[in-house]
């Protein structure tokens, strides 16, 4: 048997190197001149006239920390856009990367015209290629795991051992991962655990440019960003030891999907006032874990949402669409995780469950497992525990009206205690009374098994520590 802890939160990750992470090599080398950085010298330009005009920037060291690339790149464009009269210089100082351009007026009106077409104004994109590329190059089947990297990851989480090996089998078998089981058993927070399992830093970038069409890829809300390599020190003019800025440094991602999640989705996000698009979860989630929450809980069939996947899951790859037709191939490098209050054959037919590869059943706890969890939950809430008063919930509540042993139930039970000990103006305890008071309140009148709490799923509640 093994003690182990849910993570409060998948947020609550520290902005820090993963262990062994080759920080400086993660990123490429920055592009030392236009056609280095791969994309049409008319995009660039587009873009720098589009900053200059939106932004206001006319120093040469402000645009190219704009668009993320090299004063050198940036001085280039500048002088061919000086030639086409779209900008010139209206101070140059004492150093070669301290001068001044400004549009012209002709300058001006050309980018307000592409404005109109697509706002966006943001870092340069990379190409597909380039992008593709280095995501086989960090891809998240490089990783792998034996018993003792598992266990040392999943320290402190109170599971048995058993269910901690079934994880790291599954994750190292690279396939799918079916977690089902009650509501409230611990499916999201033990697939929130999995991310303490991938190692590495890798390079993601700010967008993507396809068929001229800008595709934003980076997001703060799911990529946590690692402190720069040391190598970001030189001259703002040499390139020559600079990681290319258009890419993120960042820990392998953990993107999560619930209830809210359509096909749609899934599919290329058109803003059709901005002129660009927002990549879909999946696409954010490569190179690392895309956790489906709460499946069969979204508006769409579970058997639509699962046949969305059969072919990313058995080529690794999968097909977007762009608004004028045409379709371009990503990789589907991630680990895929699917979190369920349903059963295996009320989701999808055999064929489909058979490409799963993995299916775990995550069940109520062990007895000795829920009091620890119980003794933990009333160490966070400053309960005083009482051990007497805990048999006797086991005994009259959970035995006789047949209430399993959730992970959830001893945080949300000791929770309630605490806020009507408050409201009474009582000691903090774990009195009959109060206990009585929290069961009847969280299962309602009658508290038998019959009798659920609303939405007491994974997803809120968890094991803690």
């Known amino acids: 048997m093994s003690l182990v802890n849910f993570p409060n939160t998948l947020a609550a990750r520290p902005a820090r190197a993963p262990e062994g992470a080759d920080v400086n090599g993660a990123l490429p080398r920055a592009p030392l001149t236009q056609e280095e950085?791969?994309?049409?010298a008319s995009f660039l330009v587009e873009l720098t006239a589009k900053v200059m005009f939106q932004l206001g920037l006319t120093r040469?060291?402000?645009?190219?920390?704009?668009?993320?690339?090299?004063?050198?790149?940036?001085?280039?464009?500048?002088?061919?856009?000086?030639?086409?009269?779209?900008?010139?210089?209206?101070?140059?100082?004492?150093?070669e990367a301290d001068v001044q351009y400004e549009l012209t007026q002709g300058g001006r009106q050309r980018a307000a015209d592409w404005l109109a077409r697509n706002q966006y104004v943001g870092p340069a994109p990379v190409s597909l290629d380039v992008y593709v590329e280095r995501v086989r190059a960090q891809s998240v089947t490089q990783q792998h795991f034996n018993v003792h990297d598992v266990h040392a990851a999943l320290g402190g989480v109170l599971v048995p051992e058993a269910l901690i090996d079934q994880l790291g089998t599954a994750m190292n078998s690279g396939r799918p991962i079916l977690l089902h089981g009650p509501a409230g058993s611990g499916k999201t927070y033990l697939a929130g655990c999995l991310q303490k399992l991938l190692r590495g830093a890798i390079a993601i970038p700010h967008a993507i440019l396809v068929h001229g069409e800008v595709i934003r890829v980076f997001d703060e809300h799911w990529h946590r960003t690692l402190p720069p390599p040391a190598?970001?020190?030189?001259?703002?003019?040499?390139?020559?030891?600079?990681?290319?800025?258009?890419?993120?440094?960042?820990?392998?991602?953990?993107?999560?999907?619930?209830?809210?999640?359509?096909?749609?989705m899934l599919d290329l996000s058109f803003d059709a006032r901005a002129g660009y698009y927002e990549a879909p979860p999946h696409f954010k989630a490569n190179n690392g874990l895309f956790i489906v929450d709460d499946l069969g809980r979204q508006m769409v069939q579970p058997q639509d949402l699962m046949n969305r996947w059969i072919v990313p899951m058995e080529r690794r790859h999968d097909y977007l669409m762009l608004r004028n037709g045409g379709k371009f191939q990503i990789p589907f490098d991630l680990v895929l995780v699917f979190a369920t209050n349903l059963r295996p054959a009320e989701l999808a037919d055999g064929a489909f469950l058979r490409r799963l590869g993995n299916k775990i059943e995550i069940g109520p706890l062990p007895e000795l497992y829920y009091r620890r969890v119980f003794e933990a939950a009333c160490a966070d809430e400053q309960v005083a525990f009482d051990a007497d008063a805990y048999r006797r919930l086991l005994k009259k509540c959970h035995h006789r009206l047949q209430r399993p042993l959730l992970a959830c139930t001893p945080r949300d039970l000791v929770h309630l205690v605490a806020s009507r000990a408050a409201y009474l103006g009582l000691p903090a305890a774990l009195t009959p009374e109060l206990l009585d008071w929290a069961w009847h309140t969280y299962f309602g009148a009658s508290g038998s098994a019959d009798a659920s709490p609303a939405d007491t799923d994974s997803s809120q509640h968890g094991v803690v520590s």
Not at 37 to 40: D, F, I, Q, R
Not at 68 to 94: D, N, Y
């Open 37 to 40: 950085t791969g994309l049409p």
């Open 60 to 95: 040469l060291t402000d645009l190219a920390q704009q668009m993320c690339l090299s004063a050198a790149v940036v001085e280039s464009l500048c002088q061919f856009m000086r030639r086409e009269s779209i900008v010139e210089i209206v101070r140059r100082g004492q150093h």
């Open 231 to 264: 190598t970001l020190t030189p001259s703002a003019l040499d390139s020559r030891a600079r990681p290319d800025a258009r890419w993120v440094l960042c820990e392998r991602p953990v993107v999560m999907a619930g209830g809210e999640l359509t096909l749609a």
